[in-house]
């Protein structure tokens, strides 16, 4: 079984690292790069703690081989504030105490960070249909949905001023 | 403590607790740098994994683990053989009790393999790859027994037994014969039968609820490493890193001094992970392979070997006046404890009445094995289920006498100096507040449309205290470290912090809260049963008085007065001695730098074992709207109010009750374990074991009320487990509205809800 | 003298007995009398049962005072999730 040798840009870096044909993006990334942000809650795409961005576009990384990844933009929890500037949505996440354990807390932030870019101006009802691939079992979802509004609004604010 | 009532009744003085701060570890969850279970990884570690019995009854004949133990890479192999055979030991611990046999042999069967899933045997290698390949090599020989899952068929005469040492415990006489019955409790008052005969109306119902797991997002997960030296250290995810280092020590026979068991950040638990499963394995791959040993479970191992709480059937039948007044009340619960005895049936049975006051009562309580996986608590162990029941008969009541359901509960609902139907009288408890809360609520008067119906129901918890170790330490900065073994799972650290800077009179920010290892503090009983901001709360206030005493003391050596002259306010010393400058004032920082000279560093531990956590109290309110063509119910609108004492951080006091609600109504809903015919879960994934989603849920308005808690030096009161009790059948009643059906057996499916509306168009 | 209620499961040890009138006045010299009044109650409740003392609940406190007209109440153990 030989590996294969693959390169992305992770969080806008280079990177490099050899694969299993059967290696997940979730497993290279937590246990090739040390990315461990991305959690595994299921492995098999029901519970979207390991949601990451290729592309620009929102997957499960437990559903994509690693080998995929080659020459593609991937965005994880560790990219999303710049330096120690902490992403509006993280701020906000905080704010409104939008995560009790934590665990689900990095792929519902990318998932949410995925909404706005394609839509800043969601609706409540969008909002919660766009995160139903993303489970808490915390928080009965009430104020991650507040965090995300508001994160919007604050982000659309940003944009006129 | 004679100033207690005092500082609670002073609560708008406070300038902290009660507030909302960022949480302390927050940046480190919102970045992904907080380490869970599964993040930690030790040089040279191999990977762990599990056989299971791919049956939900088997005697194991043999298991040769020859060719997997020939499997180049393969370091270790254990079996049951490798595990002492402990005798009957119940570990209280202040927890529900737990039979230490019971628990090392749920960890890894023995002679027999007790349901679906069951740890047989357990291997180390140097990746997955090779240990699942190993896993396929061990040749496990089973006889399959006949087995048996439903509580009721379990009871039967001619079912298989399951331990054929188990002799019905609490039965006027010992029976003859075992069963899978482990235990019936009862709890009775008054002379049931007048009770019944001084009634007006009688409502009887027979209700069925499915076991339904906590469905925490973390799988377990744990890295352990035993060193040659005999030096055992544990990571691992859990609600108590001292609730690990004992089972450990007990299921390996260890001493408990070679255990070292640090917290990992824990995703999530919701009383799931207040026992083990993987560190006595992981550490007994260790001994043998030498190296350490990493397990995480799959989410198929979580739902088929951990976990869930009781599936159950249940009668009431409740007598009452034509003007609403109680008289009766004959309540029986079955419960299921899955493989080994220990359902949450004696919880069950004390809570089922606790709301109401009630002249004459039976509650009978049945505890039995079946096939599936041993329960584990699960938030108020036993009181959503027994609540279902009861709460539906109450509404059918309240309906038959055509009386507001908030009334009657609050004319029969318990209050101070009333005698709780579990025995003591209650005490400053907020149970009418609470009702009043609901009543005067936006939801509870808003108008309902087409296929829409509301529903109330009411929940009581009794919240604990218990055992735990705090430590406050001021840094020569004058910020201050405070230390407990509590794990943070929902954002203890927060409040912990909050309470110290408000002893302390400084900021919260200049507090930095601490998890510490078993090492590394003294011990604290797990984070559960809404403990932590009560008892390790009360550790951490008694910590921080401490330490203001010193500070207090040091500043007297420096100005050279007497204590007495030393006043401590808003986080500086003042000096009230007339001889000296009085008004002269030496910050926390000031006096921090001068430690040194003034009798060295200052802090202070305190451990207590916390004794009066009030009783809590929730009454909820549910809209919900019914498509008539799916059976599908939607939830529109939800409220809970809840007797909280007082919110240290009402964030996240709210967030616990949204929490409590979201899974509640999932159990209603949606969550049950199926299994196939020949006992095997069939819906072991989150696919088809369906927790609630954010589409699937409005925004969950949560009310809290606070009647304070004169044990507790704010105020507080456990928050953690009532909102999960009034959910199953808050919903159920708002169903039976829209509908005109009363539903008995949850989940309340669409195709359930579908034959139900077929039936009443007859 | 506090008055002691406990389960009925009890009456194996007192012959039918379950209510109590005990002078004590802490958890551990009510537990040592019930043991001395009927051999083998008191260390049964304590390794149980909780105790409710005038509605508070107790476990594992040795040291919990009893007052003179306390009402003092066996119960199980209470764990949680
Ligand atoms: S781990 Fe990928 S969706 Fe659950
Ligand atoms: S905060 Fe725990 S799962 Fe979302």
Redesign the pocket.
Known sequence: MSKRHVSAIVNGDAVEFLTDPGMTLLDALRDELDLTGSKEGCGSGDCGACSVIVDGRLVCSCLMLAAEAQDRRIETIEGMAQGSDLHPLQQKFLEHAA???????PG?LMASKALLDANPDPTETEARYWLAGN?????GYDKIIRAVMDAAAEMRQARVS | MTDVLDRADATPRLKVVGTRPIRPDGADKVTGRAQFGADLTMPGQLVGKILRSPHAHARIVSIDAKKARALPGVKAVVTGADFPNLADEFHEGGEAASNLRDLAMNVMARDKALYDGHAVAAVAAISTAVADEALALIKVVYEVLPHVIEVEAAMASDAPVLHPTMFTEGLDERPALPSNIAKRNRIARGDLDAGFAAADVVIEGRYVTQAVHQG??EPHACVASWAADGQCNVWSSSQGQFMVRTYCAKVLGLEISNIRVTPAEI??GFGGKTTVYLEPLALALSRESGHPVKMVMSRDDVFRATGPTSGSVMYVKLGAKKDGTLTAADVELKYQAGAFAGSPVGAGSMTALACYDIANFVITGWDVVSNCPKVAAYRAPGAPIAAFAVESAMDDLARKLDIDPIALREQNGVKNGVKASYGPTFANIGYLETLAAIKTCPQYSMPLGPNQGRGVAAGFWFNVGGESTAAVHINEDGSAVVVTGNPDIGGSRASMAMMAAEVLGVPVEQVRPMVADTASIGFSMLTGGSRTTFATGMAVVQAAEKVVAELRRRAAVIWDVAVDQVVWADGVAVCRDPAKATGKTLTLEGLAGQSGRTGGPISAQVSLNAQGAGPGFGVHVCDVEIDPETGHVTVLRYTAAQDVGKAIHPSYVEGQIQGGVAQGVGWALNEEYIFDREGRMENAGFLDYRVPVASDLPMIDAILVEVANPRHPFGAKGVGEVPIVPPLAAVANAVRSAIGVRMTELPLSPPKIRAALDAKAG | MAHVIAPSDCRQFTGGLSEFDIEADTVRRLVAELDRLYPGLGSWLDRRMAVAIDGEIHQDAWTSPIGPKSEVYFIPKIGGG
């Open positions: 995560l009790q354990c934590g665990f689900c807390t519902i489970l808490c079992r915390c928080t | 925490y997002i995703g999530g």
